[in-house]
């Protein structure tokens, strides 16, 4: 058994709830992507912690998707040796209750991509330690937020670029 599927099977008997399947891309290159739901993030994080104490938090994507908003980690475990266990957390937030627990003190890491999730998508982060803005200037509206495809969203009036993304999705 590999150390992915050894490790999904721990998972599955830990977190039930959780959707967990690995996958390989063209290059033969495996990763395994777990989905949990917003009540069990914290605990599985704190549980990734204890399986890795050394487990590198590499990045984390918000993603508006209709009615919710994804964040998804990016994870590798087991590193030392090699090749390490290559992870996918995600999990999901409906857009009229924007909430996650910070993590922040399992993975200090964690907290940069939690303000930028704050400010670019309006995920609350409650008990972060920090919420100051990182990317957006002070003087940005406030409840508007760039990543956001719905109506809190960069309003028509507010682009000023002609390549700004968001106009070359509409088609403009």
Same mark, same amino acid.
């Given at each position: 058994?590999?150390?992915?599927?050894?490790?999904?099977?721990?998972?599955?008997?830990k977190f039930p709830e959780a959707n967990v399947e690995i996958k390989e891309n063209k290059w033969g290159r495996r990763?395994?992507?777990?989905? @949990?739901?917003?009540?069990?993030?914290?605990?599985?994080?704190?549980? *990734? %912690?204890?399986? +890795?104490?050394? &487990?590198?938090?590499? #990045?984390?994507?918000?993603?508006? @998707?209709?009615?919710?908003?994804?964040?998804?980690?990016?994870?590798? *475990? %087991?590193?030392? +040796?090699?090749? &390490?266990?290559?992870? #996918?957390?995600?999990?999901?937030?409906?857009?009229?209750?924007?909430?996650?627990?910070?993590?922040?003190?399992?993975?200090?890491?964690?907290?940069?991509?939690?303000?930028?999730?704050?400010?670019?998508?309006?995920?609350?982060?409650?008990?972060a330690p920090d919420k100051r803005r990182l990317f957006l200037p002070d003087d940005f509206p406030e409840g508007i937020?760039?990543?956001?495809?719905?109506?809190?969203?960069?309003?028509?009036?507010?682009?000023?670029?002609?390549?700004?993304?968001?106009?070359?999705?509409?088609?403009?």
């Amino acid at each position: 058994m590999s150390k992915e599927e050894e490790f999904v099977e721990i998972v599955k008997q830990k977190f039930p709830e959780a959707n967990v399947e690995i996958k390989e891309n063209k290059w033969g290159r495996r990763r395994v992507w777990i989905s @949990v739901p917003r009540e069990s993030f914290r605990d599985f994080m704190k549980f *990734l %912690k204890e399986y +890795d104490e050394d &487990a590198h938090y590499s #990045i984390a994507i918000e993603e508006d @998707v209709g009615d919710a908003i994804d964040f998804s980690i990016h994870l590798l *475990l %087991k590193y030392e +040796d090699t090749p &390490a266990i290559s992870l #996918i957390v995600k999990t999901s937030v409906p857009k009229d209750d924007p909430v996650l627990p910070d993590i922040s003190d399992i993975f200090p890491i964690s907290l940069q991509f939690e303000r930028e999730a704050m400010e670019m998508i309006g995920i609350d982060f409650e008990n972060a330690p920090d919420k100051r803005r990182l990317f957006l200037p002070d003087d940005f509206p406030e409840g508007i937020y760039p990543l956001r495809l719905d109506d809190k969203g960069i309003p028509e009036e507010m682009v000023k670029n002609a390549g700004h993304p968001y106009l070359l999705r509409r088609g403009k």
